[in-house]
């Protein structure tokens, strides 16, 4: 038979979360799993500005017919000039290619795929600890990888030195995958000067940079957040960036996001939109077209984009508020500063150094949920729970 040998599999470590905590039933539950943004009564609101975007498009829309294999039109353009500012686009010019994907997890298979596809013996370097989901994406298109260290537990920061060393075995043509602003698990990001050091032994040792971009806006500001990102692909000759639209727009269901890919040839562009397309066509097709045009109509009216800005920055700063407040119960757990880099960081995700054993304990005795490695989603919590968080972690460690 071809499929009697198949048997049931573990939930996805982070996804699988979603529904265990649905299904507990005790009123003190507290869901810090997955990365999404919660307001204090605890919704994942849909933002005005996209509100206003689906308002607007239900009455213009017209169609579903298909659009392009490289998505509905604007999207990647509108997403390039957030993502890398207006001057480094027109610098970049026909050397930048980019591909409307399924989400950022899209955009990262998409990548791997051209990766395998154009040279298979690639290397992919991956952070430790790196996002849940990275290995599998590039375990599944035939690619293998390598780690490089990330995380200095002792001071919540960016391991500079060793993350350098490590990369220091890398061969000439690897793929360094990096993450942006707030994306690694961790929740501590490098600092520009750190992105500097980065960025000469990329060129040094003739490295691919591949950034994922999943939080723009939710360190320091859009502009900000940005800045090491283009860095990056100002001074690189090829470099890759996966994009998602899921966390600074909400937009999470929709399955929004772009693959850039720039190249070293005066024409790059084509052969990258070309080859992406292929590859899109002979797994999904094409993109869903609902979330790129809310965030098109966002990003392209200036009223619409405004309202979203000040969205950006409210998420934001909820999020830092309860960073610091999350870091001061700790400190009245009696912890001193062991947890005073929670305050520090920036984004969603800290990691608390807990065993999986310690994580299984909380969330069955306390019915707090966080993936097992120690990863919570700061935006779960609130100025009511925080204390109970702080307490029941305290109790197992
Ligand atoms: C997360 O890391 O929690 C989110 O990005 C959701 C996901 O796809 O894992």
């Known amino acids: 038979m071809m499929f009697s040998h198949l048997t049931k599999l573990p939930a996805d470590p982070i996804l699988g979360l979603s529904a265990l905590f649905k299904a507990d039933s005790n009123p003190e539950k507290v869901d810090l799993g997955v990365g999404v943004y919660k307001t204090a009564d605890g919704r994942t609101p849909i933002l005005g500005a996209v509100q206003q ?16 294999p490289s ?3 604007g999207f990647t353009d509108a997403c390039a000039k957030l993502v890398f500012g207006e001057d480094l686009v027109s610098d970049l010019g026909d050397r930048l290619g980019a591909i409307q994907t399924p989400g950022g997890c899209g955009a990262l298979r998409l990548a791997f795929e051209l990766i395998a596809f154009s040279k ?71 600092l520009l000067a750190d992105w500097k050091r980065v960025a000469e032994l990329l060129r040094a040792r003739e490295l691919v940079p591949f950034l994922d971009m999943a939080y723009q806006g939710f360190a320091a500001g859009l502009e900000e957040d940005a800045e090491a990102v283009r860095m990056i692909f100002a001074s690189q000759p090829e470099a890759l960036l996966s994009y998602s639209c899921s966390k600074n727009f909400g937009l999470y269901r929709e399955r929004t996001g772009v693959l850039f890919a720039k190249g070293e040839q ?71 500063d062991r947890f005073s880099g929670v305050a520090r960081q920036t984004g969603m995700f800290s990691l608390l150094s807990l065993s999986p054993e310690q994580v299984a304990m909380v969330q069955k005795d306390k019915s707090i949920y966080f993936p097992a490695n120690g990863r919570i989603n700061v935006a779960g919590l609130t100025d009511e729970n925080i204390p109970y968080v702080a307490r029941s972690i305290a109790s197992v460690l």
Request: net charge negative; glycine share 8%; hydrophobic share 45%.
């Open 53 to 68: 975007a689906f308002a607007r498009l239900s009455k213009e829309e017209g169609s579903k017919v298909y659009i392009a």
């Open 71 to 73: 998505g509905w039109p």
């Open 120 to 190: 298979p013996d690639t290397t992919i370097w991956v952070s430790t600890p790196t996002w849940a989901n990275h290995v599998p994406t590039l375990a599944a298109a035939g690619l293998s990888h390598k780690p490089y260290a990330y995380y200095d537990q002792k001071t919540a920061t960016v391991d500079v030195d060793g993350m350098l060393a490590s990369l220091e075995g890398a061969k000439p043509g690897d793929v360094v995958l990096l993450h942006a602003c707030c994306h690694n698990p961790t929740g501590a990001d490098l």
């Open 266 to 336: 005066a024409a790059a562009r084509d052969a990258f939109v070309t080859n992406l397309a292929q590859l899109a066509r002979a797994n999904y097709s094409m993109p869903p077209a609902h979330g790129a045009a809310l965030a098109t109509t966002v990003l392209e009216d200036s009223d619409l984009r405004a309202d979203w800005i000040m969205e950006l920055s409210s998420m934001r700063d909820r999020v830092n508020g309860l960073r610091r407040g999350l870091a001061d119960a700790f400190a009245r757990e009696g912890f001193g």
